[in-house]
């Protein structure tokens, strides 16, 4: 059984389109995140909800929206991609945001804007 | 800000050989630390983590590392590589007092040579 999923694996669009990548874990915890991968491999993150609540915001353009309908799932919505949007998005869940503890990681969405 | 170094961007070694991978962290705190693998078009496999108590930590496929706090290291360590320790490797630290938010190194190319 998949712990973290993400759909699509691999995605492929023009510069300034819209396109969503959507993340959901079974694992029951009650936090998720979206890390960004770049070419160079170097890996950051983004947005961390727990409980459906925003508690991690890093310096990430406001074109990058994520949403999360329940604990369970939280989709990143990127608006206007531009190319330095290409990339590897890895989600990822733990059991809280809020003490430290272990992420367990999905199989990451490789973006690629042309 | 806490910040994670991986002083070898690129390891190259035969089967067999000896590995170490250095890991250090700026923060004086207490931290939690991990090693995380990544093959080659795969997703992140966490090695081993610390959390607390000995400092010495064992993971999966004969890797260990240790955790020294006057160094602010963890450094990563396998007696004898083989073919298939082909990755990339991170070290990743997160920090009480914050939300649990892993910094990451820039990894270390690891290509092992039968």
């Known amino acids: 059984d998949t712990a973290v999923s993400q759909t699509p694996k691999y995605l492929v669009t023009q510069m300034g389109n819209d396109k969503s990548i959507k993340c959901e874990q079974n694992?029951?915890?009650?936090?998720m995140y979206w890390y960004k991968q770049d070419s160079k491999k170097f890996l950051k993150i983004m947005f961390s909800y727990n409980n459906k609540e925003l508690i991690i915001n890093e310096t990430v353009p406001n074109r990058f929206s994520p949403k999360s309908p329940d604990k369970a799932h939280l989709n990143l919505h990127i608006n206007s991609l531009e190319l330095g949007d290409s990339a590897v998005y890895f989600c990822a869940s733990s059991p809280t945001g809020l003490a430290l503890n272990e992420q367990f990681f999905g199989p990451g969405t490789r973006l690629t804007v042309l | 800000a806490q910040s994670v170094s991986q002083h070898n961007h690129h390891v190259i070694l035969s089967e067999a050989a000896s590995l170490e991978l250095g890991c250090n962290y700026s923060?004086?705190?207490?931290?939690?630390l991990f090693w995380y693998v990544q093959y080659p078009g795969q997703h992140l496999q966490l090695l081993l983590k610390y959390f607390s108590g000995d400092p010495l930590v064992k993971g999966i496929k004969g890797f260990e590392a240790e955790f020294i706090k006057s160094k602010f290291s963890f450094n990563l360590r396998k007696p004898s590589v083989q073919w298939s320790d082909t990755a990339e490797y991170f070290c990743a630290v997160n920090a009480l007092g914050g939300y649990n938010k892993l910094i990451f190194g820039a990894g270390t190319r690891l290509a092992v040579h039968p």
């Open positions: 694992l029951g915890h009650d936090t």
């Open positions: 923060y004086g705190g207490t931290v939690n």
